[in-house]
């Protein structure tokens, strides 16, 4: 087991609960894809989960460490340490290289310039930027950008990926290469936990949460919907 959420719930300021009575468990090199209507907790569930946000009620364990007794430095670290974090918009720095956002990710205790190359190196051929490494973001596709910021991610060798709408600015086509890639490197062992409104995306998934005003749900249409386009999409293989 690698998180377990026990009995959360999360309340905004005038007391507007977000999230209700949450139990969860994720296991080591699952994919999951989390899903509902927009205001429905997705996205504050993933900070929870990353220790961004304290719950209101609720305990939130990461390897058997309770992230709510540990100081906000304390969790800053855990994070650095074992967590990453994709976003939707890239945030990679437009006056950096790609390579110079890559380096943004490794560990500060990394010095040796070799080791640091080859680590770029391989991420940069197993994500398919090699091609831009030395060009800048602006220069880059929506697709490139985010492979770029997938690379910082993983520089520092996490056990845990989170991604917020990771592929919510791309096209078919790139979202395809995207997805690809993150399968991949959860055949590798990688745990993913994948926030998105696309039931292509979710049909990566090993496992759909779905989310409705904030409580677990289930949406039978929804998964039965996704296990089709999963199967189609394998036979396209």
Request: proline share 3%; net charge negative; with cysteine.
């Amino acid at each position: 087991m690698l998180l377990e959420l026990s009995h959360i719930s999360h309340a905004y300021e005038k007391g507007r609960e977000v999230l209700h009575d949450i139990n969860l468990t994720i296991d080591k090199g699952e994919m999951i894809a989390i899903m509902g209507p927009s205001g429905s907790g997705k996205t504050t569930l993933l900070n929870i989960l990353c220790g961004q946000l304290i719950p209101t009620a609720g305990t939130v364990a990461l390897e058997d460490t309770s992230l709510s007794m540990l100081s906000e430095n304390q969790r800053a670290k855990l994070r650095k340490d074992k967590l990453a974090y994709i976003y939707q918009d890239y945030h990679l720095l437009d006056s950096l290289t790609n390579k110079e956002n890559i380096m943004l990710g490794l560990s500060e205790s990394l010095t040796d310039r070799q080791v640091i190359n080859r680590n770029i190196e391989a991420l940069a051929v197993s994500l398919g930027i090699k091609e831009t490494i030395d060009h800048y973001p602006s220069e880059c596709s929506g697709g490139q950008k985010q492979r770029v910021a997938i690379a910082r991610a993983l520089a520092q060798k996490p056990g845990l990926l989170l991604a917020d709408e990771p592929t919510g600015n791309l096209d078919s086509r790139q979202t395809r290469l995207v997805m690809e890639q993150l399968s991949q490197l959860n055949e590798t062992g990688l745990t993913i936990l994948i926030v998105t409104h696309d039931l292509y995306v979710a049909s990566y998934a090993s496992r759909l949460i779905y989310l409705q005003d904030g409580v677990l749900s289930t949406s039978p249409e929804i998964e039965e919907e996704r296990l089709s386009l999963r199967e189609r999409r394998l036979q396209a293989c």
